[in-house]
């Protein structure tokens, strides 16, 4: 899941629709189907692209391959040139030291004051491994809405 900051254009979610049962109607669901998801990872490429500084959580209590996709994600961006943070609630963590990276993460009840420290709101939020906002930890809610 792609979050835009405020003002910021965020395509629809796709829904669709039953699977075809022949083969011709099954040909022109996975073209459109393939059309949709091209525009969606466009549309969530631009959003990447256009900011400057950009937050990603997993959701709550993360295992290990939320916590291993924030870290990957904010390392990539990173390396792109962005201004990338990782956030999670260290005491649901476990203990991940051996994750390079885990260290980094700024826990989710100092996110707040963390924000004020780099100098304002965050352009772009992103989810990894996490369905919907009831899934992500309260603290990180309030920040990507």
């Known amino acids: 899941m792609v979050f ?3 003002g910021a254009e965020v395509p629809a979610p796709m829904v669709l629709p039953d699977f075809p049962r022949n083969a011709h109607h099954r040909n022109f669901w996975y073209n459109t189907r393939s059309m949709e998801l091209k525009a969606g990872y466009a549309a969530a490429a631009k959003l990447i692209a256009d900011a400057k500084r950009v937050l990603v959580s ?3 209590s993360p295992d290990g391959d939320s916590l291993g996709s924030m870290i990957a994600l904010v390392r990539l961006l990173r390396a792109a040139g962005k201004e990338a943070w990782a956030t999670a609630d ?3 963590l476990g203990k991940p ?3 390079e990276g885990a260290s980094d993460i700024i826990p989710v009840r100092k996110l ?3 924000r004020r420290r780099i100098g304002g709101a965050f352009d772009l939020f992103i989810a ?3 369905s919907s906002f009831s899934r992500m930890p309260p603290e990180v809610e309030t920040v990507a809405k």
């Open 4 to 6: 835009a900051g405020a």
């Open 58 to 60: 997993g959701h709550l």
């Open 128 to 130: 990894v491994d996490c």
């Open 90 to 92: 260290p005491n649901a």
């Open 112 to 114: 707040k004051a963390a």
């Open 97 to 99: 030291g051996f994750l």
